[in-house]
């Protein structure tokens, strides 16, 4: 029973620290915009569903993998917007502040973007 607990951990784990190492070694073998497309890789979504497998079966499975495809699909769109800000207030106020500032706005839109979603779907 434990492992069955554990083993979606060490999954996302080890693809999220995989894919983290392959965009450093693509970053630096081929520079920083080639890696930056790495860097985007979706590898905790990829993580997330392939795990489920192991927690659930059958239309639960379907349903907690659409539930989290839909989520994803939210998340990555914020990816988005962070990136477009990063790149405008990195330039503007250095690394640091700038990394704070996208990440600050992604945590405003991520939830604004969900909210909107669902009140569109009719979900709220």
Known sequence: M??????PIIIRFVLGGA???AATI???WFG?????IFAAFPAVYLAAVLSLGI?????????VSQNISHGALVGMTADIFCAIAASYYIARNGWKKGLIQSLILWCIIAPALYLS????????
Not at 119 to 124: S, V
């Open 2 to 7: 434990l492992i069955e607990n554990i083993l």
């Open 19 to 21: 894919a983290v190492v």
């Open 26 to 28: 693509v970053a630096r």
């Open 117 to 124: 979603w669902k009140m569109l779907t009719g979900g709220i």
């Open 32 to 36: 920083g915009k080639v890696g930056g």
């Open 55 to 63: 927690e659930y079966r059958g239309s639960a499975l379907i349903n």
